[in-house]
Nanobody
Framework: QVQLVESGGGLVQAGGSLRLSCAAS????????MGWFRQAPGKEREFVAR????????YYADSVKGRFTISRDNAKNTVDLQMNSLKPEDTAVYYC???????????WGQGTQVTVSS
């Protein structure tokens, strides 16, 4: 299995940027599809972005497309989420997750808080 630890959250003004990072340890990182999810207070957790094993293919939720970029470094066992043009509605706890099988995220980090002030 794999252990995931997120970092990089914080407080930022609307229009600003943050870069989240997720460090993986344990099993071979490159065997996992990786995704970022978020959960705002009182709301269900929602998908944000995902990246395939090689890093050559990405997919984004419509709400973040064009503003967020997911990337991974298999040599460093990390997956990042660059978030630009942040909006107050991006405020949430952000989680990274790993999947062996597409769509089945079996491993989750503890989350990192992102707060965007207006």
């Amino acid at each position: 299995q794999v252990q995931l630890v997120e970092s990089g959250g914080g407080l930022v003004q609307a229009g600003g940027s943050l870069r989240l990072s997720c460090a993986a340890s344990g099993h071979t990182f490159s065997r996992y599809l990786m995704g970022w999810f978020r959960q705002a207070p009182g709301k269900e957790r929602e998908f944000v972005a995902r990246i395939n094993r090689s890093g050559g293919s990405t997919y984004y939720a419509d709400s973040v497309k064009g503003r967020f970029t997911i990337s991974r470094d298999n040599a460093k066992n990390t997956v990042d989420l660059q978030m630009n043009s942040l909006k107050p509605e991006d405020t949430a706890v952000y989680y990274c997750a790993a999947a062996v099988i597409f769509g089945s995220y079996d491993y989750w980090g503890q989350g990192t808080q992102v707060t965007v002030s207006s």
